[in-house]
Nanobody, 128 residues
Framework: QVQLAESGGDSAQAGGSLRLSCRVS?????????IGWFRQTPGKEREGVATISERGEKTYADSVKGRFTISRDTAKSIVYLDMKGLQPEDSDMYYCAGHSRSPTVGCGVKSIRTPNYRGQGTQVTISS
């Protein structure tokens, strides 16, 4: 059974930094075609934030480019999201998610919005 477990969500001041972690179990991390993060507030549209493919190709939402960095430690089976320059609009529930390879869907911030696997989420709250 594939499980994704997020951690690292916290409260921070605007301009600060946080690191989110996603521990993957039940599957070898490189067997997940696309893994990454989306964020969502109840009642609002889900936003893909960042992804990394099994080949290491990375994508980012325009809203976080230059501020967020996704990385992966295959030995530890963990995916990280390093966030800097945080702003109040980054406040949200962040979910680690992944999906399998599909002949019609690549790996990117759109595809991660409809994952096969997802965690329970970790809350990020940024105050001004």
């Amino acid at each position: 059974q594939v499980q994704l477990a997020e951690s690292g969500g916290d409260s921070a001041q605007a301009g600060g930094s946080l690191r989110l972690s996603c521990r993957v179990s039940g599957i070898y991390i490189l067997n997940i075609h696309c893994i990454g993060w989306f964020r969502q507030t109840p009642g609002k549209e889900r936003e893909g934030v960042a992804t990394i493919s099994e080949r290491g190709e990375k994508t980012y939402a325009d809203s976080v480019k230059g501020r967020f960095t996704i990385s992966r430690d295959t030995a530890k089976s963990i995916v990280y999201l390093d966030m800097k320059g945080l702003q109040p609009e980054d406040s949200d529930m962040y979910y680690c998610a992944g999906h399998s390879r599909s002949p019609t869907v690549g790996c990117g911030v759109k595809s991660i919005r409809t994952p096969n696997y997802r965690g329970q989420g970790t809350q990020v709250t940024i105050s001004s």
